[in-house]
């Protein structure tokens, strides 16, 4: 069976930094492109991170460019999501999905499986 768990989310305060894991079980990671799409309350879904499975090229939202990193570790068929200087409008919570296509395309329809995400607060 197919699974995608995300861990690491927590309550931090402005300026604080969190490490968001997407580990996969069922499937190989590596062959797949992944995205980090994350959903606060009465917004549409964003996807704010991507690495492909095609040369490992990223993506990152113009909103998080410069704060959010993507990285992938093959031996641990995990994705990872290092967030710096998180402000309370990062408050969501984050999901990650994968995707056999090899390229980002920040579009939740695109990816065929989905985690249940790991919830990230941002407040002092």
């Known amino acids: 069976q197919l699974r995608l768990v995300e861990s690491g989310g927590g309550l931090v305060q402005p300026g604080g930094s969190l490490r968001l894991s997407c580990a996969a079980s069922g499937f190989t990671l590596n062959d797949y492109t992944i995205m980090w799409f994350r959903q606060a309350p009465g917004k549409e879904r964003e996807g704010v991170s991507c690495?492909?499975?095609?040369?490992?090229?990223?993506y990152y939202a113009d909103s998080v460019k410069g704060r959010f990193t993507i990285s992938r570790d093959n031996a641990k068929n995990a994705v990872y999501l290092q967030i710096d200087n998180l402000q309370p409008e990062d408050t969501a919570l984050y999901l990650c999905?994968?995707?056999?296509?090899?390229?980002?395309?920040?579009?939740?329809?695109?990816?065929?499986?989905w985690g249940h995400g790991t919830q990230v607060t941002v407040s002092s």
């Open positions: 999905a994968a995707d056999r296509v090899p390229i980002c395309l920040a579009v939740a329809r695109q990816y065929d499986y």
């Open positions: 690495i492909s499975s095609s040369r490992g090229s990223t």
